[in-house]
């Protein structure tokens, strides 16, 4: 009798611990977007900085070719902050109509 009491006393505190820490990561990441959308907010396309998947959409190519062509080209634009990576637009901008202007 004592031990289902306390299993279930358990139970509800891990899953009001649960729920406190999943609205804080909530809030947290809200945030985060939040500041993001304000930093972009004004500048000029060149300051904006991408990361792989909306790179990838705003060229309409996947990932996995970005990847590729990163790999091909060493003058690809990628910048490095610890295991993120990040491309400025105009820089991808200004490589895709050179690599266009190449082939023609």
């Known amino acids: 009798m004592q031990n289902n009491k306390l299993h279930y006393h358990f ?4 899953n009001e611990y649960k729920t406190q820490i999943s609205e804080e990561v909530a809030t947290s990441v809200i ?3 939040g ?5 972009n907010k004004g500048q000029s ?3 904006v900085f991408l990361n792989s998947t909306e790179a990838a ?3 309409k190519i996947s990932k996995s ?3 590729k062509l990163r790999k091909k080209h060493s003058n690809f634009p990628v910048i490095k902050i610890g295991a993120a990576v990040r491309f400025k637009q105009s ?3 200004l490589f895709f109509n050179e690599l266009s202007n ?3």
């Open 57 to 59: 959409s705003l060229f």
């Open 91 to 93: 820089a991808l901008e």
């Open 35 to 39: 500041k993001r959308i304000e930093l």
């Open 65 to 67: 070719q970005i990847n």
């Open 11 to 14: 139970s509800q505190f891990l």
């Open 102 to 104: 190449k082939k023609q």
């Open 45 to 47: 396309h060149d300051e």
């Open 31 to 33: 945030q985060v977007l």
